[in-house]
Each structure stands twice: as C-alpha cells, then as structure tokens.
C-alpha cells in the first residue's frame, strides 16, 4: 500500500470532519454564542486570564497536548495490525476526542474557565469533585512516570540529543525574557529560537553525552534511573517558575518542531514513494494482549485523551477571546493530534522497514512492539528524512528531540497541574497551610511519579512499555469517559441532544472498565502489589464516578429548565441568567448555582 495514498484519505477525513461534523457540535449541541463574553475578557488579570488570538492560542493549546503518547501508543498499536489502529486514530479523533475537547473547553468557559474536576461538584455532584480529583491526580503520576521513562529512555539511546534538549532551557527562558520586557510578539524570536536548537541537533551530533559511567559510579543498575532524577529535579523547579519565563516560550519553539516533524514525514513519504511493507491485521502471536479492549487504551492520545481535557480547562479556557472559537481550538487541536498518530503510524509501517520480513522481526511480540515504540518512531522519520537529503544519523538525533521536546513539555505542563491538583485536594481535606505551601505541595507532586518511574523490573523498557504504559492509557481514557459524562449532563440541561457525546462516552468507560478488570487479574498472578492496588482503587473510584454520572443524567433528563443554571444562554437556549456588559455581548452566571451566587462571584 503506497502510505501518501493512506496520507491524503485520512486527512481528507480529518478535514471533513472539521467542515461538517465541528461546525453540527458548534451549533446543535454546544450551542456556542459569539456574543458572549469569555472568562478570558471578564477576569482579564495579564497573568492567567488573557484575551489570545485563536491561531496563537492554538498553538499553545496543540503543543501543550501534543506530547509523546500520540507517538508512543499508535507506535505500539500496529502490532495488532496498522488497519485497525489507523481506523481506531480515524474515527477516535473526529467522533471522540473533537468531541471531548471542544466540548471540555466549552463547558469551562461557561464556568469561569475552571478546571474539570472542580466542574464536576457543579454538573454532577460534590462528592464527584472529590472521585473526579482523585482520579486526576493518579492520571497525572502515571503521566510524569510514563514520560520521565520515555524521555530517559532516548537520552540513553540518542545521546547526541543531550546538548540541544538542555540547552533549550537557557534558550527558552532568554526568549521568554525578551519577548516579557520588550512586549513583543512571540513569532520572530520563537523562529530563531527554533534555528539555534536545529543548530545544537548538529553540535549534539558532534559531541554526544553519554552518563553510563557517572550512573555506573553511582550505583543506578540503568543509566535511564539518572536522567529520571535529573528530570524531576528539574519538573520540580520548572513548576514553580512563572509560565511566561519557560514554558511558554517552550511552547513558541515546540509548536514550529511539531508542524516541521509533520511535514518532513509527509513530504519524506511523498518523494520517497514509501509503500507500507506492515500487515493490514497482525496475526499475533499467542498469549498477546487482545485487541479488544487494549488497542482503544493503547491508543489514548491520538484518538481521544482524557489529558486534553485538564488542559483545555485548565488553561486555555482562560485564554478564550471569543466562545466560536472554541471550535477552531478545541476540535481543530484534537484534529491536529490525530495528524500526528497518523504521522506515527506511517513511520513505523513505512518508513522502519522495507520488508514485511523486516518489519516482522521489530514486532514479532508485544514486549517488543512496547520496547521499540520510541526507537521505531525515530528511525522511521530518520528514514523520511534521508529521503530529502539528509544524513540518517543526524537525522535521528533531530527526530529524538522532537520526541523528546513534545514529552518534556507534557510533564513539564503535567507536574504543574499535579501541585495544582495537590493543592486542591489538600483545599477539600481542610489542610489550608499545606495548599499555600508551594515547596511541600511540588515536592509531593512529584513523590508519586518519581517512585513509579524507578521501578525495577520490565528490562531496558521498565514498566513505561509495559504494563505501566497501559494502566496510564486505561486511566487517560477512564478520564475521558468522565469528562464526557459531564460535558453530556451539561449538553442535557440545556435541552440539547446529547447522543454525540453519550456514544463515545459508553464505548470508552465500556473499553476501559473491562481493561481494569483484566489488568487488575494479571497484576494479582504475577504478585505485582504496588499496581494491583492501584488498579483496584482507580477501578473503584470509577465505578463509584460513573453511578454518580448515571444519576445527574436521569436528573438532568427530568428537567424541565432551558438552561443549566450554571451558564448563560447560548444561541437557540431563550433561558438562563445572564446581564448585560454595557457592550451589548452577553455575560452569562458561571457560578454553578443561583443567579444571586454568581453575582457575588462577580462582585469579587
């Protein structure tokens, strides 16, 4: 099968899926007002809530989601065959995480662009804001775990990717530096921050960095456990820098990485006419995981992420300028995630090996599917790259950091939303000291993460390509299934159909349950009593989320209101509180309760 060929179907897909089936969501079911002011205008403070042009917010709101997982799942997922994990990127992306994310996002600016899990206390009940926190927080420690062994991993591998990784900081902060004092816009020096990293893959190249015999001297058993270290060492630090100092400025120059990495595998494809040598479905081997419920949780990021909908309500809802262009950001960044799964799919179907012989021994089982994942990636668009004229070993270091960038800036992003959790949860307990106290709270932000990072066992790949890898998929996706219950008790209220969210929302906590359940057996006969538990209580606590779900859509069903008395009217509602602003736009009462409650919200 020529790949451009699978290349241009799918993003014909994608596009029609955004012309048509985001443009229904915009108008039918989330019914978005392009009167109504956002949070972004009406709690305006310079900091966290800014007015942003949607083609620069979606920027950031595209690099903050694009981390590894849409490479590393879809990587691993062609081991049951490239058709079904293709199809799953395909459909997932337009009917499940468009939905998800344009709808998380639309929820959040109707409730003062708070996050998800405080939402839950407003459209579900209170006792779900305490289940749904919980939940996150696991979600966030398999997420920083999951990513310090990924990107551990490729320092090891690809040590000439060492030097431009870690002098990206210094690069970042300078330009964050610059662009905070001077006021000026991010595009020029974002660009030649993008040049001089670029220029460091080549002096990386030269001078590669190995630690094999400082970890040796140290007693680590893996090189990998330093740079875990290292890394959290730094998530630590980097969590409590303002964002505009480093991860923004991160985010300027890992945007244009990301649009680069796309357009080298798609034009690699197109000029070396790469034909994919994998098979269709894969005849695996027995005793490998089912296809079913695995390769919907395998492949979380890419087709829909419960993660995206913690950033879209974490923080870009607090950059909306307008509620319409939530469609553009929301649904069209998810459409641009599933582009990069279908770029990792392609890389490691067409561009790893020549052979289907070839590509037989790189994925003869699924311990190796999980191991090679990142390498495989790398590699394949190494072989892209060479196709336009490049020297494969450089080549290889520029597809590393690109792997790399895209996972330090998903647990950079992910530990600080990890303090936040933490600094609620310890809000809800009555621990008001413990939720101000900024050192305690990163310290046991990263605590969690950074044990289940060192876990020995699993070889060269730890529990990252392992099981670790799927307990992180099977809570992502749970996540997404909870999120997508309250965006559709929300939807209902309004008196809108909720069918485009239920759908999705039943297939996943369905996938997910049943991929809890057989995990939590497996974990049980193999004696692994750190996950067991682990699995047990997510399990729990989502069974316990998902009847509190159950009960707010039969509430909300028996409604007779026209709005949720959360939001104010959007098009088509003719219901809700709302007031005017002096400037004839609407401002609807985020409050979640009263008319009189949301006042006083706004007199603060």
């Not at 590393?400 to 609620?424: H, K, P």
């Not at 992502?476 to 309250?486: C, E, P, R, S, V």
Request: charged share 15%; with cysteine; aromatic share 10%.
């Amino acid at each position: 099968m020529p790949a451009i060929v699978v290349v241009l179907a799918v993003m014909a897909m994608f596009a029609l899926g955004y012309r048509y089936y985001s443009r229904y969501l915009a108008g039918r079911v989330y019914g978005l007002d392009p009167g109504y002011v956002t949070p972004a205008h009406r709690f305006t403070d310079g900091v966290d809530f800014v007015p942003t042009n949607k083609h620069v917010l979606f920027g950031h709101h595209f690099t903050s989601i694009a981390g590894a997982a849409p490479i590393v799942g879809p990587a691993i997922a062609v081991f049951w065959g490239w058709g079904p994990a293709l199809a799953w990127v395909v459909l997932g992306t337009i009917f499940a995480a468009g939905v998800h994310d344009f709808g998380a996002l639309a929820v959040s600016v109707r409730h003062r662009a708070r996050n998800i899990g405080t939402l839950a206390a407003d459209v579900i009940s209170k006792r779900a804001r305490a289940l749904f926190l919980l939940i996150i927080l696991f979600l966030l420690t398999l997420v920083n775990a999951v990513f310090a062994v990924v990107i551990g991993n490729l320092l090891v591998a690809y040590p000439g990717a060492v030097i431009p990784i870690f002098v990206e900081i210094p690069l970042a902060i300078a330009i964050g530096q610059y662009i905070y004092r001077s006021r000026s816009a991010a595009l020029v020096p974002s660009i030649i921050g993008v040049i001089a990293l670029y220029f460091l893959i080549w002096v990386g190249n030269i001078w590669p960095i190995e630690i094999t015999g400082a970890a040796d001297a140290l007693g680590f058993d893996q090189p990998r456990n330093l740079w875990v270290i290292i890394l959290f060492a730094y998530t630590f630090i980097a969590s409590r820098l303002p964002v505009w100092l480093l991860l923004q400025p991160r985010d300027y120059i890992n945007s244009h990485q990301l649009f680069i990495a796309l357009a080298v595998i798609f034009t690699g494809v197109l000029v070396g006419m790469d034909r994919i040598v994998a098979p269709l479905v894969n005849d695996v081997p027995a005793g490998s995981p089912s296809i079913f419920p695995f390769l919907f949780i395998t492949v979380a990021c890419g087709a829909i992420s419960g993660f995206h909908s913690l950033v879209a309500s974490g923080t870009t809802a607090k950059q909306l300028d307008k509620e319409t262009d939530a469609r553009y950001v929301g649904y069209g960044g998810a459409i641009g995630e599933g582009s990069l799964a279908l770029g990792s799919i392609i890389a490691v179907t067409a561009g790893v090996a020549a052979t289907r012989a070839e590509w037989d021994g790189l994925y003869a089982t699924h311990t190796d599917a999980s191991g090679g994942a990142t390498r495989n990636f790398v590699n394949g668009i190494a072989s892209f790259a060479e196709n336009l004229g490049f020297e494969f070993q450089l080549a290889t270091v520029f597809a590393a950091v690109v792997v790399i960038s895209f996972a330090a800036t998903t647990m950079d992003t992910g530990v600080r939303l990890q303090r936040y959790i933490v600094q609620e949860i310890a809000e809800l307990a009555g621990w008001r000291r413990l939720s101000r106290h900024l050192t305690l709270t990163g310290l046991l932000a990263i605590a969690a993460p950074l044990a289940l990072a060192l876990l020995p066992g699993g070889g060269d790949a730890g529990y990252t390509f392992g099981v670790l890898w799927r307990l992180f998929g099977t809570t992502n996706q749970l996540t997404a299934g909870l999120a997508l219950a309250m965006i559709a008790v929300w939807v209902l209220r309004r008196r809108r159909n909720p069918v485009a969210i239920v759908v999705p929302l039943v297939f996943l906590l369905l996938m997910t349950t049943w991929a809890l359940i057989v995990q939590l057996r497996e974990f049980i006969e193999a004696d692994e009593w750190v996950l067991a538990p682990l699995d047990a209580l997510i399990f729990v606590l989502a069974l316990w989320l998902i009847v509190e779900a159950v009960l707010a859509l039969r509430r909300a069903s028996g409604q007779t209101t026209e709005a949720d008395p959360g939001d104010g009217p959007g098009p088509d509602t003719g219901g809700g509180a709302s007031e005017p602003d002096g400037t004839g736009r609407t401002v609807g009462v985020e409050s979640g309760g009263s008319a009189e409650v949301g006042a006083a919200d706004d007199r603060r």
